[in-house]
């Protein structure tokens, strides 16, 4: 019986499978017949490749000069082709598709491949296309591209030579087009090579983690689907569904490598997505979803953008970006900085990171870290630290969820902080101060006048839990209460007028008392002793002395009083000056 394959395969069945070697899966085969099914599958495979070279028009030149089409198939022996340079000379100029194939998953067919190895290594160019890969794959090899294939296990890609057209020009093909990778993805230099001079991934769909260990990658990594620009109107949404997954990955681990190249993971804007709605795209937040960035010992010489994506956790450790770095609209819940440096602009604009009670996507554990302390959500403070910014960086209409630790960085020039959100959680007072020397530089002093208000408040908690001065706690808790450090005019007002009304109430209350009821002493007659000298030490303070008269008996009281409206008055004209000009 004939493959049941739907695109039709002239090969018979493998077994009792309804398929032929080519196209049936291993997981079929029982553990007594591997052997016979991977060498099955050598032999039959063999010959395909076989037919596939002849049909580019394959010959050679026999003894008598005459030029005959059909090399044996028995003379593309791995041996043979190392040893025959017409013969590899000739493969070097013929291109071939591979189609349909199911590679099977057992490491053992390695053992059945040599032959067919050396084949794939010196053709011209070989693209696999919607081939299912187990265990076996080409990685490494330069001529080999896939397309709508399927990788079942981890795979491990060594970096390919630098391909070249017939005018001597770089090759912009992309190595993997439209792949799925249910497994682990590696890249990694081989015993030959670390310099990767190919584009790799276009419109995949990776399944789990990208590894790039200990690489100098020349061209793009990354290219994601732009159904508006690659496909018609009329099959926008058609397009999209099939590729919408490539925006989704589950995590991206980046070390010890250099970029001489653009690196760019960007998502979609809104604009964008409102385009795609229109055409009938069922559009979800949640696929420009990424777990996991890790950047670490990484050098980027040219741009880096990270646009519109929706990040759990971002790393960027001891690394140095030479150009542009944009992260603009992208979403961090966790985002940490650490030992790297900015060449050039660093654009964090409009970025939103922490936590907010607000957010949709909340997992339960972290919708109960607003039920407990605060510094339970310490992990998702935003944090820069040593950090050197060389140019300009703007924070324009970011907001920080869960507070900013910005306190330990050198600035060449001042951080453009306009519009910026910062939850004072776990938000240091140093990185309150360097935002409101920011807005003292750009003279705008009402925004500074809000962060000097936050940075005295971070002030105060320091001095709390590191059990600082009482009289400085003493100042500032009163500072606090009386008008909000300056923040509020209208809280010092309110302490006047009540003041004022207990004052008066005082004043009554003293007339009616000694004056009207005609009582001697207040409590005791030594008390009287104490009352007289206080008293005549309130006359004798020559500033408010004439403010005195009339008050017999409540000078002191009265001194009091003025002293602290006096205060209060002056709280308010430093209230009000603050929301004017400082």
Known sequence: MKCKLP????????????YCVLHCSDEGIEKKDIDNYLEEFANVFMEYLYENILKNTFYKVNKDGVAIRNYSIHEFKHKNIILNDELKKRMGEVSIIVKNIVFPGNSRLADFMLNIKTIIRYLGSVNFEECQFGYLSFNGFYN??????????????????????KNNENIIKYRYVGCNFKENVRLTPSIFSNDIY?????????EKDVFIINLTIHKNVFLFPDPLKDSDIKSVNIYFEEFKNSYDINS??????????????????????????????????????????KIIDTKFESKVEIKYRNIEDFKFINSNVDKIFDSFKSRFKKIDFNKSVFNSF????????????????????????????????????????????????????????????F????????????????????????????????????????????????????????????????????????????????????????????????????????????TE???????????????????????????FSRFLIGKSGIEFV???FYIWFAVLIWQTIVAVKRHTQR
């Open 252 to 293: 991206i681990h980046i070390e010890n490598c250099i970029f001489k190249s653009d690196f760019k993971i960007n998502g979609l804007d809104k604009r964008y997505i409102d385009d795609l709605i229109f055409y009938g795209c069922a559009f979800k937040e949640n696929i420009q979803n990424i777990n996991i960035i």
């Open 407 to 514: 306190s330990k960085n050198n600035l060449k020039d001042k951080p453009n902080f306009l519009g910026v959100k910062i939850n004072s959680l776990n938000t240091k007072r140093e990185t309150f101060r360097i935002v409101k020397s920011s807005f003292d530089d750009a003279g705008n002093q009402i925004e500074a006048n809000k962060f000097f208000i936050e940075e005295m408040k971070a002030y105060r908690k320091e001095l709390k839990v590191n059990r600082g001065s009482l009289f400085e706690r003493f100042i500032l808790f009163s500072n606090r209460w009386i008008s909000d450090f300056g923040g509020n005019y209208v809280l010092p007002i309110v302490w006047l007028v009540a003041s004022i009304v207990i004052y008066t109430a005082i004043i009554y209350w003293h007339h009616s008392f000694f």
């Open 198 to 206: 190919c584009n790799m991934f276009a419109n995949c769909n990776f």
């Open 7 to 18: 695109s039709g395969c002239k090969n018979d069945i493998f077994r009792e499978l309804d």
């Open 144 to 165: 080999c591209y896939h397309k709508n294939c399927n990788f079942n296990e981890d795979l491990l890609i060594y970096p390919f030579s630098q391909v070249v057209d």
């Open 558 to 560: 009265s001194l009091l």
């Open 346 to 405: 660093a654009g964090f604009e409009e970025i939103v990171c922490g936590l907010s009670v607000d957010d949709k996507d909340l997992t339960e554990k972290e919708k109960s870290l607003f039920k407990s302390p605060e510094s339970t959500r310490l992990s998702y403070l935003t944090v820069f630290e040593h950090v050197t910014f060389m140019d300009f960086s703007s924070f324009r209409g970011a907001n920080f969820n869960s507070g900013l630790d």
């Open 517 to 543: 009821a005609k009582n001697t002493y207040l409590w005791h007659s030594n008390f009287d002793y104490v009352s007289i000298r206080a008293n005549d030490f309130a006359k004798n303070f020559l500033p």
